[in-house]
């Protein structure tokens, strides 16, 4: 056990197919455990294992999940740590994070702050050392409806502000994201009576 993002399942396959009886044994494991004291949602989360190791491939990874109504939960190597979080940021936005080192083991650790905040910690340490658990919070309600980034509905909110008309900005979005003209509108009508 645990048996999650770990080759064991090769054994317990063989086994398997040998009639060998195999029994689970519960115990603490890096991913529930790590999710438990995240502070963050736990009621629905996905699990992704180790993101790619290729920097575009594991910014479209991340990317999948960035209007996610889930948190989600990953694992990184210590060598990566500190470019997954800026990809984590620049594809899905600056949530809030828990990162947690050496979980179940001597010396954890747990970091719960924005993942550029996170990552500005990391950052600072002579080496990065351990074996991370990455928990981050699902998209917020704007997110997780309309599939949009934080940093897109942060862009608009100020666009909003700003005092640039409904349909200068919609159709701004649409370029930017591939929607269809009608639908950014309805969304920054939406927006700014949710404003007033």
Not at 77 to 98: C, H, N, Y
Not at 144 to 162: F, N, P, Q, V
Not at 180 to 190: A, C, G
């Amino acid at each position: 056990m645990p048996l999650i993002s770990d080759p064991g399942f090769v054994l317990v396959r063989a086994a398997a197919a040998e009639n060998i009886l195999i029994s689970p044994v519960p115990g603490p494991d890096a991913v529930t455990s790590a999710l438990a004291i995240s502070g963050l949602p736990a009621d629905d989360f996905r699990f992704i294992g180790f993101p790619p190791r290729k920097t575009g491939d594991r910014r479209k990874a991340l990317a999948e999940h960035a209007s996610a109504p889930y948190s989600l939960v990953f694992l990184e190597a210590p060598q990566r740590l500190l470019d997954t979080l800026s990809d984590l940021i620049a594809e899905i936005g600056d949530r809030r994070v828990a990162v947690c080192r050496n979980m179940t083991k001597p010396g954890e650790e747990v970091i719960r702050a924005l993942a550029s905040e996170v990552r500005e910690v990391l950052a600072a340490r002579d080496q990065v050392r351990g074996e991370f658990t990455i928990v981050v919070d699902r998209a917020d309600k704007a997110t997780a409806e309309t599939g949009l980034g934080d940093d897109i509905l942060r862009m608009t909110e100020s666009l909003i502000e700003a005092g640039l008309p409904t349909k200068a900005i919609s159709a701004a979005l649409a370029k930017a994201t591939g929607a269809p003209r009608r639908e950014m509108f309805q969304l920054v009508l939406t927006m700014k009576g949710e404003r007033e």
